[in-house]
């Protein structure tokens, strides 16, 4: 049973003749969910949200908003809106016309549609700025008027595309935490995409790991670093290790790696490096084929990174060329779907 906002993909997919960019995917988003749709470059995320926002016709499948099909309506009408990449904001316009600008469309009255934009620029802190031009307002401040606007067409889900990867890492973490606050304050769906892992895990309720067309895996921020499904998502996540045992292929998360003297017959790796990080220490591994080969370009040993304390590591340091065995309790491998 769908609740009045949720969103659902059903087989959706997208074919661009040359590139099947959607390959049939299947998504519920429950409403007032904050979902990130993340993946490489090309894993067809912005496909995906294009079809939601109705700037794509899917080939196949459906767009469902409460419970109401809306894949072939025009973007205006189907209760969602996008926030784009470039913010998009009209350079000839002040920020209160940019903002007000749909409403001016539909010919809703001046007085009325500025009453709105107005009540919408003080939500993002941006009243003061109404008469300026787009051009003199910083990154950050642009993105606050195109939210301004996107929520201007009172969306049920609001959509994003990368909205944080035009800005410096410093403003990016800042506009993380409002766009969080603005989630908690509205209510409403957001679906993002990027290819930022760390954003993903920031903000999302609902984490969904795209792979060449096709959901890897679905789930909490959590359960997704926690128990990664696939070797793509254990890879893609990062901090996991991938480690091939006689029951096949398993993720074991850098700090859950335990570093013992071997016993005799142990099979056991060498340490490559040691990476001082403050209150952590890396400690690189490689196995052993890297003794056996002279030549570093070809050589492709299998590699892990354990993760240490800083206290821990100092207690008992490790120097590299040493040997050891990488040992884990069986709660922290978490067998992979090839
Ligand atoms: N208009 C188009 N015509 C043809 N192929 C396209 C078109 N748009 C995207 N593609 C292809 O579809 C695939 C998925 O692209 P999409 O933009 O959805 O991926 P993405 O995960 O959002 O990537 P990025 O992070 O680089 O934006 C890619 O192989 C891309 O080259």
Redesign the pocket.
């Known amino acids: 049973m769908s609740t009045r906002t949720d969103l659902e993909l059903i087989h959706l997919v997208?074919d661009?003749?040359?590139?099947l960019?959607?390959a049939g995917i299947d998504l519920k988003i429950a409403a007032g969910s904050y979902c990130c749709l993340l993946?490489?470059?090309?894993?067809?995320?912005?496909?995906?949200l294009r079809m939601i926002a109705g700037h794509e016709e899917p080939t196949e499948g459906s767009v469902v908003l409460g419970g109401r099909e809306i894949t072939h309506l025009s973007p205006s009408e189907r209760g969602t809106a996008m926030m784009f990449q470039s913010y998009a904001l009209f350079p000839h316009l002040s920020v209160l016309d940019n903002v007000a600008f749909s409403e001016r469309m539909k010919g809703t009255p001046k007085a009325e549609r500025e009453a709105r934009a107005t009540e919408l620029l003080k939500l993002v802190h941006m009243e003061p700025y109404a008469q300026r031009l787009p051009a003199a307002l910083s990154g950050g401040q642009q993105q606050r008027v195109a939210l301004a606007r996107a929520l201007m067409l009172k969306p049920q889900v609001l959509l994003l595309d990368?909205p944080l990867s035009a800005l410096d890492p410093f403003l990016r973490v800042k506009m993380r935490a409002e766009l969080k606050r603005w989630h908690r304050e509205l209510g409403m769906s957001f679906v993002h995409?990027t290819?930022s892992q760390e954003e993903a895990m920031a903000l999302a309720d609902l984490v969904v790991v795209?792979n060449q067309?096709r959901i890897e895996q679905a789930g909490t921020a959590r359960d997704v670093f926690e128990r990664p499904r696939t070797e793509f998502v254990a890879r893609f996540i990062g901090a996991h290790n991938i480690i091939e045992t006689p029951a096949g292929k398993v993720a074991v998360r850098c700090d859950r790696l335990n570093l013992v003297t071997p016993d005799v017959g142990e099979p056991a790796v060498t340490v490559a490096a040691i990476e001082y990080q403050g209150a952590q220490v890396q400690v690189h591994l490689v196995a052993d084929a890297a003794h056996t080969n002279d030549d570093p370009e070809t050589d492709d040993p299998a590699r892990w990174v354990a993760v240490l304390g800083d206290t821990q590591f100092h207690s008992a340091p490790f120097e590299p060329g040493q040997r050891v065995a990488m040992r884990w309790w069986a709660q922290d491998a978490h067998g992979l779907i090839a």
């Open positions: 997208k661009y003749g040359q590139s960019a959607v993946g490489p470059s090309g894993c067809g995320k912005t496909s995906t990368e995409v290819h795209m067309g």
